[in-house]
């Protein structure tokens, strides 16, 4: 058994399940056949029926027989291209998708999702001024604003939606345009998904106190950081939901001023409320780990996880796969949580590289193959990784999934305990204890034992003990 350092909850912070909802008749659902499959996603092009739209819900249907066919799983909309969508599973139960095969949209108007939802933006009334995506073309859009405004080219423009009563947020976008009815032209910035028309925008002035002020923050935040901070608690008391994200970044961090979680958890929670997925993440966190001086709930930061996890968030769907594995907050599930380490995994995240090469090695959720794990591990560790780095050094040193190679053990083990972290500086003292690829040398090995052990490490105490050493 790998001295392997389970997740701590310290690396939590950042950086889905199915849409409830029954099919309709027939003609009230929009069909289309597959025409990729991409691990997890496909990409589905849409022949008839009504458009769908992000956070809908798909089924893949398998032909059997003379006319017949099955579903094999159901996947939900993650973005509409043109005339097509892409969809990220959700389950499959019935071997995986292949081009060609048909998809079935769940119907428009069920419970779950719906269209035009007024998104709630904290702060003041009129913080920021709320419109409609009422056109797409590419990535850029046209908004009709449906409050007083003199919008102005360079305004900012935040787009969501919602499925149930959660707010999904889309990204930002500037405005290049007005136009004489008082829509306004935008063009992308920072887009998470694909517009359409189903989705909602406020709009926050240029030269606007919260725009205003979170502009200024933004170009201060390297040089001056202390009154950076301060602009963006400023823009965030007037209900900038980007501004209060990275109010809560910069307490949790101490940029500007010294770290104190308790003062990030408010900035964090109007921020996940607002729909920002990194926010979510790391309030989902702070409820896990009753951090912040909020109470311990891991299921509330579940529910968190979950909202960050559907906008694609790697660090949410990392720990939720951590949640499932382990039970804490969610039903104990190991396949549900090799597919959402795989989905975060797509994006090189390297804790759930590291999960998944856990999961390989032990056969969680998937077939046990120490090839896969060796593979997983090594991602994580050339990410710099400290647990994968361990994990890949002990894959070398006993030579599963790859030849046994202590070189390379000892350069992977230096590595992650150059990082602190303390299994690696333990198996440091084996190494040089045993003689494993370096010469036997007792006071090397009781040095990384104690550094090891004054890292928490209770088999290095213990073995110190034996030792009759300190540390």
């Known amino acids: 058994m790998s001295a392997?350092?389970?997740?701590?909850?310290?690396?939590?912070?950042?950086?889905?399940?199915?849409?409830?909802?029954?099919?309709?008749?027939?003609?009230?659902?929009?069909?289309?056949?597959?025409?990729?499959?991409?691990?997890?996603?496909?990409?589905?092009?849409?022949?008839?029926g009504p458009p769908p739209r992000p956070g809908d819900s798909l089924s893949v249907m398998r032909p059997f027989?003379?006319?017949?066919?099955?579903?094999?799983?159901?996947?939900?909309?993650?973005?509409?291209?043109?005339?097509?969508?892409?969809?990220?599973?959700?389950?499959?139960?019935?071997?995986?998708p292949e081009p060609g095969m048909e998809a079935l949209f769940d119907a428009p108007g069920r419970e779950g999702s719906r269209d035009g939802p007024d998104v709630a933006v904290p702060g003041p009334a009129g913080s920021g001024v709320r419109g409609q995506v009422t056109d797409v073309r590419g990535q850029e859009v046209t908004v009709r604003l449906e409050g007083a405004a003199a919008p102005a080219v360079g305004d900012r423009v935040e787009l969501s939606f919602a499925v149930g009563g959660d707010t999904i947020a889309v990204g930002t976008w500037r405005v290049t345009a007005v136009r004489p009815d008082g829509a306004v032209d935008a063009a992308p910035v920072e887009a998470l998904a694909a517009p359409t028309t189903a989705m909602d925008a406020t709009l926050w002035a240029t030269g606007s106190p919260a725009d205003g002020l979170f502009q200024q923050a933004v170009a201060l935040r390297t040089k001056d950081p202390a009154r950076a901070l301060e602009l963006f608690v400023q823009a965030a008391s007037s209900g900038h939901a980007e501004a209060a994200e990275q109010a809560g970044f910069a307490y949790l961090e101490g940029q500007g001023a010294p770290r104190d979680d308790a003062r990030a958890a408010p900035f964090f929670r109007q921020a996940a409320e607002a729909g920002r997925p990194k926010a979510q993440t790391s309030y989902g966190a702070f409820l896990t780990l009753g951090r912040g001086g909020l109470q311990k709930d891991p299921q509330a930061g579940a529910a968190f996880y979950r909202k960050?996890?559907?906008?694609?968030?790697?660090?949410?769907?990392?720990?939720?796969?951590?949640?499932?594995?382990t039970g804490e907050g969610v039903e104990k599930n190991e396949a549900e949580a090799f597919r959402l380490c795989t989905l975060a995994?797509?994006?090189?995240?390297?804790?759930a590289l590291d999960q998944l090469g856990w999961m390989y090695q032990q056969g969680l959720g998937t077939e046990k193959s120490l090839d896969n794990a060796f593979r997983h591990y090594e991602r994580a560790a050339k990410l710099g990784w400290a647990n994968g780095q361990n994990n890949v050094a002990y894959m070398y040193e006993n030579g599963w999934g790859v030849g046994r190679d202590y070189q390379q053990a000892l350069n992977w083990y230096r590595q992650s305990a150059a990082q602190g972290w303390a299994t690696a500086e333990w198996n440091l003292g084996r190494v040089y204890q045993d003689g494993l690829g370096v010469p036997r040398d007792q006071a090397a090995a009781v040095e990384h034992y104690r550094r090891a052990a004054r890292g928490g490490h209770q088999v290095a105490q213990d073995k110190l003990r034996q030792l009759g050493q300190s540390w």
Do not use: K
């Open 308 to 325: 960050a996890a559907a906008q694609g968030e790697p660090q949410a769907q990392a720990n939720l796969c951590v949640n499932h594995l």
């Open 65 to 96: 027989g003379e006319g017949n066919a099955i579903s094999i799983g159901r996947w939900r909309v993650s973005a509409v291209l043109g005339a097509s969508v892409r969809a990220v599973r959700v389950e499959a139960f019935g071997g995986p």
């Open 4 to 48: 392997r350092a389970r997740v701590t909850a310290a690396l939590l912070l950042a950086l889905a399940t199915g849409l409830p909802g029954a099919a309709g008749p027939p003609e009230e659902r929009a069909r289309g056949e597959v025409t990729a499959v991409d691990a997890d996603s496909i990409v589905v092009a849409v022949r008839s």
């Open 345 to 351: 995994a797509a994006q090189n995240n390297p804790m």
